[in-house]
């Protein structure tokens, strides 16, 4: 059965940085897309960063642009997440999603999620 679990999340103070990891089981990891999304309390889920299957593409939210880089590595059945500069508005439970449609900034493109990892950041 396929599975995604993500790990790497943590308390860091504003200006810091983590890197979220997101496990794949199962063989398939290099047939599809994947994308990172995140949840803070009282607000929808919402598109984080986007890699395509080989990871040639990669598309990121405007709000973290410039911070954050999404890579993946299909030998290891891994997605990564790296998070620079963090700010308190990054606070979250992160989730990493298998890509399944064509479109890919919401989160109906997607038919697979991991459990999240929670990050926090302090001012």
């Known amino acids: 059965q396929e599975q995604l679990v993500e790990s790497g999340g943590g308390l860091v103070q504003a200006g810091g940085s983590l890197r979220l990891s997101c496990a794949a089981s199962?063989?398939?990891?290099?047939?599809?897309?994947m994308g990172w999304f995140r949840q803070a309390p009282g607000k929808e889920r919402e598109f984080v960063a986007y890699?395509?299957?080989?990871?040639?593409?990669?598309d990121s939210a405007d709000s973290v642009k410039g911070r954050f880089t999404i890579s993946r590595d299909n030998t290891k059945n891994t997605l990564y997440l790296q998070m620079n500069s963090l700010k308190p508005e990054d606070t979250a439970v992160y989730y990493c999603?298998?890509?399944?449609?064509?479109?890919?900034?919401?989160?109906?493109?997607?038919?697979?999620w991991g459990q999240g990892t929670q990050v926090t950041v302090s001012s």
């Open positions: 999603a298998r890509n399944s449609e064509p479109y890919y900034h919401v989160p109906g493109g997607y038919d697979l």
């Open positions: 199962g063989r398939t990891f290099g047939q599809y897309a």
């Open positions: 890699i395509s299957l080989t990871g040639s593409r990669t």
